[in-house]
T-cell receptor, first 112, second 114 residues
Framework: DAKTTQPNSMESNEEEPVHLPCNHS???????IHWYRQLPSQGPEYVIH???SNVNNRMASLAIAEDRKSSTLILHRATLRDAAVYYC?????????????FGKGTLLTVNP | DVKVTQSSRYLVKRTGEKVFLECVQD?????MFWYRQDPGLGLRLIYF???????EKGDIPEGYSVSREKKERFSLILESASTNQTSMYLC?????????????FGEGSWLTVV
C-alpha cells in the first residue's frame, strides 16, 4: 500500500474548525483515501472516505487535492469529544486488496 | 448495529503461557485482521484473513499464529507469551473486494505478560 504522512500532533480550540492534513504523494489512481479516528481506550472508528471528489458527512468533510497527492480532514466545529488520534490510510482497489496498513496518525488535542 | 466483539478486554498472563485472543463479527465479513498497538508506533498489522481458513502474515507476525475455522471468528494465538507481547490488540473486519468499504474494529484487548 502507498504510504501516508501525517503530523504527529495538532491542537485546536473548542468550537473552532480543524484541518488535519495527510500527504500521500505515491497514491495510485485506484487508491481510496480513508480516515479513521481512535478515541482513548477504544478501537478506531470510521470517519470518512473518498476517491477524487470532496466528500461530506455528518462527522466531517474530506477535501482531496486535484492531483490527489494530499488530502485534508475538516472538522467544522471541534468539540472535546473530537480529541483522538486520526489516521489517514489508502486502500488499493486492486492487487493486494486485503492488507490494511495504518501509520502513527495525528493526535488531536482540543482545548476548552 | 454492526459488531466486532473481542472476548477479553483485559488479560494478565505469565511468560511462556499460551494465550488465545478471540474475535467474533456478526456482519458476515470475509476479511478479518489482527493488529497490535503500542505507544508511539501506531497500529501494526500482525495477521489477516481474507476468507475462512485463509490467512496471510502482516508486518509483524513473529511470535503469533491465527486460526479462522468459521467465517465469523478469527483467533490470535500467542504460543508462548513473552513480555514484549504486552500490548493492546485490536481485531477488525471488512467486506471483501471494495476499497470504499468501512473497516470495523473491536474495542481492543489489553494484554499484560508478566
Amino acid at each position: 500500500d502507498a504510504k501516508t504522512t501525517q503530523p504527529n500532533s495538532m491542537e485546536s480550540n473548542e468550537e473552532e474548525p480543524v484541518h488535519l492534513p495527510c500527504n500521500h504523494s505515491t497514491i495510485s489512481g485506484t487508491d481510496y483515501i480513508h480516515w479513521y479516528r481512535q478515541l482513548p481506550s477504544q478501537g478506531p472508528e470510521y470517519v470518512i472516505h473518498g476517491l477524487t471528489s470532496n466528500v461530506n458527512n455528518r462527522m466531517a468533510s474530506l477535501a482531496i487535492a486535484e492531483d490527489r497527492k494530499s488530502s485534508t480532514l475538516i472538522l467544522h466545529r471541534a468539540t472535546l469529544r473530537d480529541a483522538a488520534v486520526y489516521y489517514c490510510i489508502l486502500r488499493d482497489s486492486g492487487g493486494s486488496n486485503y492488507k490494511l496498513t495504518f501509520g502513527k496518525g495525528t493526535l488531536l488535542t482540543v482545548n476548552p | 448495529d454492526v459488531k466486532v466483539t473481542q472476548s477479553s478486554r483485559y488479560l494478565v498472563k505469565r511468560t511462556g503461557e499460551k494465550v488465545f485472543l478471540e474475535c467474533v463479527q456478526d456482519m458476515d465479513h470475509e476479511n478479518m485482521f489482527w493488529y497490535r498497538q503500542d505507544p508511539g508506533l501506531g497500529l501494526r498489522l500482525i495477521y489477516f484473513s481474507y476468507d475462512v481458513k485463509m490467512k496471510e502474515k502482516g508486518d509483524i507476525p513473529e511470535g503469533y499464529s491465527v486460526s479462522r475455522e468459521k467465517k465469523e471468528r478469527f483467533s490470535l494465538i500467542l504460543e508462548s507469551a513473552s513480555t514484549n507481547q504486552t500490548s493492546m490488540y485490536l481485531c477488525a473486519s471488512r467486506v471483501q473486494g471494495q476499497s470504499g468499504n468501512t473497516i470495523y474494529f473491536g474495542e481492543g484487548s489489553w494484554l499484560t505478560v508478566v
